[in-house]
Structure formats: structure tokens, C-alpha cells
């Protein structure tokens, strides 16, 4: 499988991709294996809010990728666990003998309103978006260092996703903005431990119409008429996708990209802004009244998605 009109990017390439049997993931597993890579399709089979796991959708997507001519290998683990995370890796060696590519992709939903969240999915969601994606990145890193410190220093990528709701906030979803929040500052550590062992780690924050957005944006999300440019299609999102997990990236570590439709954006997060400082401890009438005199200088924040 391999693109008509430019060399594949990622030939000889091993990528593997969390919550690959539908919307974007899969978009990113068909997108990697057309560059000639060899993919494994990690997919637990759950439904959108988690429950009922089957084996069906990882292995569509593998025979899918077959069918076209390319290579890849089913994985149902649970990426939030220590086995499952290992035994993605440990998939990759074993049928294919190396890992290049991480994409972690993997997610549910379980939105209320703050007041109204339950514990149960507060966790739920920080275990499947947050420890789902620490735990495969720290197996594939050791991986990757273990190569590196055996002088075979690897050209690795690992791609999280986080959200505009994770930049910004996002009304009865607490606890998804705040995992997906959470999987940037985690992205900037990982970039900054790992780069010396030969590892890149960027972040993207896409739209797309998928089982997750599609209600939220049911009004604004229908798909195009026949020929015309589907703006919101998962397909758009994996173009970047495939290009952060390539060699051709090179260079390209602790940043994070908004994709959605024909646009990416390079997103410029916290920066200092104006400062005031006494050299002395401040009065809380003091500290007031300075805050206030920074904020008019300040640039107002982006609105939180949702709020009125």
C-alpha cells in the first residue's frame, strides 16, 4: 500500500496505533500502512462509553489493511494495564522486529457536569485517556532506550492525542479536558527525557466526526454532499499523524498541533505574560490591585467550548 503520486514516508516503518478499530485511529492505522508501513492495531472493542469489550474492530481494520496489500496484526489488550501496554510492544517485536511509531489513540467518553459526575467515571476516563497513555509510551520507551544505550540509537516518534478540550475546557466534560490536559504536560516531559535516546514526542488535538464527537457536534458535523470536501472526516486528521511519525519529522518534539478539516495550527501554550514584582512581599490589597492591572494588560483567554 503505497501513495501514487510521492514515496511512501514510512517504509519499513513499525507503527502501532491504541484505538485503532474505528474513527480517527483507524483513519491513522489505513493512513500509515498506504505509506508502506506495518501496523499493529491495538483496539480493546469497548463501546463509547467504555463497556463491552469484542475482538471484532481490530481485526476488521487488519484485514482491511491486508486486503489493500499491506501488513499488520491485530492487538484487544487493555493499554491501561501494565500487560496490556507491554504486550503492544512486545507485538510488535515478536511479528514484526521492531517498533519505529507510537500512536496513542485510545479513548471513551463519560461526560456529566461537574456536580454530576460520579467517581466511577471520573476514573474510568482518567484511566483509559491518561494511563492509557503513560503506560504504552513508558514500555515503548524503555524499549527505545535499551536500543539506544546498545548503540543503535532509534529515529522513534510517539504521537499522543489530547483535545481542544484538554487547551481550553470543554462544559460537562471534566474529566476528559482534564486527561486530556494532563496528556500534554506529559507529552513536554517525554520529550525532554527522551530526546536523548533518539525519541520524538509531539501532541495533537483534532476534530473530527467520530463516535465520540458526533452528538456534541451533530448540527455542525454532517457529512458532505457527493464530491464535495468532507471537513470533518477523521481522514484529514492523519495526514499530520503519519508525517510526526516519521523519520521526516525530524527535529519536531514537544510541540503540540490542532488538526481539524484542511487546517493545522501549531498551539502556543502557558508563556509569561505581564509581570509586576514589589522585591518585597505583597499586601493581599497590594496583590489585588496588581492582578488587576495585569489582567487589563493581558490577553483574554479563548472561550471554553460550551460555555455561554
Known amino acids: 500500500m503505497t501513495s501514487p503520486t510521492a514515496a511512501p514516508l514510512c517504509t519499513g516503518r513499525v507503527v502501532a496505533v491504541t484505538g485503532a478499530g474505528r474513527g480517527l485511529g483507524r483513519a491513522h492505522a489505513l493512513a500509515f500502512a498506504a505509506e508502506g508501513a506495518k501496523v499493529v492495531v491495538n483496539d480493546l472493542g469497548v463501546g463509547l462509553d467504555g463497556s463491552g469489550p469484542a475482538a471484532g474492530p481490530a481485526q476488521e481494520v487488519v484485514e482491511e489493511i491486508r486486503a489493500a496489500g499491506g501488513e499488520a496484526v491485530a492487538h484487544q489488550g487493555d493499554i491501561a494495564t ?18 519505529d511509531t507510537l500512536v496513542n489513540n485510545a479513548g471513551f467518553l463519560r461526560d456529566r ?12 476516563v482518567m484511566r483509559v485517556h491518561l494511563k ?28 499522543n492525542t489530547s483535545s481542544g478540550a484538554g487547551l481550553l475546557g470543554s462544559v460537562g466534560q471534566g474529566n476528559y479536558a482534564a486527561a486530556k490536559a494532563g496528556i500534554v504536560g506529559m507529552t513536554l516531559v517525554a520529550a525532554a527525557e527522551m530526546g536523548r535516546y533518539g525519541v520524538q514526542v509531539n501532541a495533537i488535538a483534532p476534530a473530527a466526526r467520530t463516535r465520540m464527537t458526533e452528538e456534541a457536534f451533530a448540527a455542525t458535523m454532517a457529512a458532505p454532499g457527493e464530491g464535495a470536501f468532507d471537513a470533518m472526516a477523521p481522514e484529514n486528521v492523519s495526514p499530520l499523524v503519519v508525517w510526526l511519525g516519521s523519520a521526516a519529522s525530524a527535529g519536531v518534539t514537544g510541540r503540540v498541533f490542532e488538526a481539524e478539516a484542511g487546517r493545522i495550527t501549531v498551539m502556543e501554550g502557558w508563556r509569561p505574560g505581564p509581570t509586576a514584582d514589589k522585591g518585597a512581599r505583597w499586601s493581599p490589597a497590594e496583590a489585588g490591585a496588581a492582578a488587576t492591572r495585569l489582567l487589563a494588560a493581558a490577553e483574554p483567554p479563548q472561550p471554553v467550548y460550551g460555555a455561554r
Open 113 to 124: 457536569m461537574l456536580v454530576n459526575l460520579d467517581e466511577d467515571d471520573w476514573d474510568a
Open 82 to 99: 501494565t500487560d496490556g501496554a507491554a504486550s503492544l510492544v512486545a507485538t510488535a517485536l515478536d511479528v514484526f522486529g521492531r517498533l
Open 132 to 159: 492509557g497513555h503513560f503506560l504504552p509510551l513508558k514500555h515503548a520507551a524503555a524499549h527505545w532506550r535499551a536500543e539506544a544505550k546498545a548503540g543503535r540509537t532509534p529515529e522513534a516518534r510517539v504521537v
